[in-house]
């Protein structure tokens, strides 16, 4: 018998902001509510990290209050593949970023 992935889709953003402890850094933290592919309703931070082009050495991780934890790291594991994070300049149509809300007191990922 196969194991179902674990999906979880954001429900509600609550904060988008860089950490204070590394405010010159690439990476960002978003926070907020999910839902899981097993009904539950939990909150979320999430880390990503720009280090550059091509993206192999981007960074991703996540924490959620169930504790599930995905700890930061490489996307594409120091190899091809796994994604490209891309932090862009803020537009009319977007928020910069700043200090995220407490994350429902979940610590970076």
Avoid: K, W
Avoid at 17 to 34: M, Q, Y
Avoid at 61 to 80: C, F
Wanted: aromatic fraction near 6%; include cysteine; charged fraction near 15%.
């Amino acid at each position: 018998m196969g194991v179902t992935p674990y999906h979880v889709d954001s429900t509600e953003i609550t904060g988008y902001g860089v950490d204070p402890a590394f405010p010159n850094s690439t990476a960002r933290d978003i926070c907020g509510v999910a839902r899981t592919n097993a009904g539950e309703t939990v909150q979320f931070r999430v880390r990503m990290g720009d280090n550059g082009e091509p993206g192999i050495n981007d960074t991703f991780g996540i924490r959620l209050s169930n504790g599930y934890d995905v700890i930061t790291r490489p996307l594409g594991n120091g190899g091809p593949g796994g994604g490209n994070v891309q932090l862009h300049n803020s537009n009319p149509s977007s928020t910069a970023p700043s200090s995220p809300s407490d994350c429902g007191g979940l610590a970076t990922p």
